[in-house]
T-cell receptor, first 114, second 112 residues
Framework: ETGVTQTPRHLVMGMTNKKSLKCEQH?????MYWYKQSAKKPLELMFV???????ENNSVPSRFSPECPNSSHLFLHLHTLQPEDSALYLC?????????????FGPGTRLTVT | AQSVAQPEDQVNVAEGNPLTVKCTYS??????LFWYVQYPNRGLQFLLK??????LVKGSYGFEAEFNKSQTSFHLKKPSALVSDSALYFC??????????FGKGTRLHILP
């Protein structure tokens, strides 16, 4: 349970605010992921980092900006969000991306955009 | 393009009965298949995966899944359900050298 941590757990922000979500993994993994989970929708993969290099960006709007300063930390910077961006944002990590390694998820940040 | 479907939004099972959560997939090559579970206010938790070999895969908490290539299915099963198994279950598929795709999830209710 403490392998992947996310802060804050809950965030309420206005559309003009700037905030950041933080993720930290203590598993020695080389890959990290951001997902968006909305009600009654499949989990949406947003970004993938492998060894601190972004390897995937799934047509995510530019108001979401990821940052991976090292293999243990991942940030998601948010600015001028829309109400439809309200969701649970999940961070995950895995040993790597080149093989079918399972992913380990954090508890998520519940984001509400007002 | 690869895809995964979980045809049931919700499954209700009496405690002690066997349970099945269905998953079908579509890929052009050989798939990697996964099951994850999500408890309230938690992230997803890995249960089991199929890569190759034996079609019956055993995982955590007594769960197992059977890979059926002809039916392109990977149903999750457990012989005897517990109330604590109540959660949201996600099937996922990954084609070689491609990204993982998750199904929309099936909510499992185990009735005491």
């Amino acid at each position: 349970e403490t392998g992947v941590t996310q802060t804050p757990r809950h965030l309420v922000m206005g559309m003009t605010n700037k905030k950041s979500l933080k993720c930290e993994q203590h598993l020695g993994h080389n890959a990290m992921y951001w997902y968006k989970q909305s009600a009654k929708k499949p989990l949406e993969l947003m970004f993938v980092y492998s060894l601190e290099e972004r390897v995937e960006n799934n047509s995510v709007p530019s108001r979401f900006s990821p940052e991976c300063p090292n293999s243990s930390h991942l940030f998601l910077h948010l600015h001028t969000l829309q109400p439809e961006d309200s969701a649970l944002y999940l961070c995950a990590s895995s040993l790597g991306t080149e093989r079918p390694y399972e992913q380990y998820f954090g508890p998520g940040t519940r984001l509400t955009v007002t | 393009a690869q895809s995964v479907a979980q045809p049931e939004d919700q499954v209700n099972v009496a405690e002690g009965n066997p349970l099945t959560v269905k998953c079908t997939y579509s890929v052009s090559g050989n798939p990697y298949l996964f099951w994850y579970v999500q408890y309230p206010n938690r992230g997803l938790q890995f249960l089991l995966k199929y890569i190759t070999g034996d079609n019956l895969v055993k995982g955590s908490y007594g769960f197992e899944a059977e890979f059926n290539k002809s039916q392109t299915s990977f149903h999750l099963k457990k012989p005897s359900a517990l109330v604590s198994d109540s959660a949201l279950y996600f099937c996922a598929v990954r084609e070689r050298d491609d990204k993982i795709i998750f199904g929309k999830g099936t909510r499992l209710h185990i009735l005491p």
